[in-house]
Structures are given as C-alpha cells and as structure tokens.
C-alpha cells in the first residue's frame, strides 16, 4: 500500500521560497512518472511540475516555469518541490503523486497547504 505524505508547507511572504517534501514511495522505478500539483481554492487541481523516475524528463506549468524546481533523492526516498519567488497565486494546497505509466496506479498524497501572503 503506498502512502506519499507532504511536508514543508506553510505561510511564506511574496517573493520567498519554500522547498515541499513528499515521502512515502520508491521515487528511483523507472515506470512511475512522479508529480507535483496544486488545488486553490474553487479552482481545479492542475500541474505544477512532473518528471519521470529516471530524472530524464521534467515539465512545469506555465504559471511555474523559471521558479520551481522538481527533484528527488533516490536514497533517501524523497521527492522535492523547490519553490522560489513565490507569488500570491501560488497559495493552494500542493499534492504529490506518482502515476504508473501503463498499468493504472495512481496515488496521491493529503496534500500540504501554501499560503503567500503579507
């Protein structure tokens, strides 16, 4: 049974950074894409950052690009959002999830809460 579990959120000021950390899963299988998303409040969840279990391939949202940055440490098993110039609209509860490529698992994390705010 997998269970992600975020950590590293909080109340962060504009412009600032915050590094979330999601555990829980061996992020170094090469046939899971892992994942970063995010849900703001009466919006839909949507993509922040994904790469693939080899590391060989990374893409972000739009809204993302240039300021976060999504990793992993295969020995410590842990999957990282680098987050830096943080912006109001980034404030949204921030997901990990790591998805099979073929065979249809899916799971995600409880999620941990972002707020930038003044």
């Known amino acids: 049974q997998v269970q992600l579990v975020e950590s590293g959120g909080g109340l962060v000021q504009p412009g600032g950074s915050l590094r979330l950390s999601c555990t829980g899963f061996?992020?170094?299988?090469?046939?899971?894409?892992l994942g970063w998303y995010r849900q703001a409040p009466g919006k839909e969840r949507e993509l922040v950052a994904t790469?693939?279990?080899?590391?060989?391939?990374?893409d972000y949202g739009d809204s993302v690009k240039g300021r976060f940055t999504i990793s992993k440490d295969n020995v410590k098993k842990l999957m990282y959002l680098q987050m830096g110039d943080l912006k109001p609209e980034d404030t949204a509860v921030y997901y990990c999830?790591?998805?099979?490529?073929?065979?249809?698992?899916?799971?995600w994390g409880q999620g941990t809460q972002v707020t930038v705010s003044s």
């Open positions: 999830n790591v998805k099979h490529t073929f065979n249809g698992e899916n799971y």
């Open positions: 790469m693939t279990g080899f590391s060989r391939s990374k």
């Open positions: 061996d992020f170094s299988l090469g046939a899971y894409v």
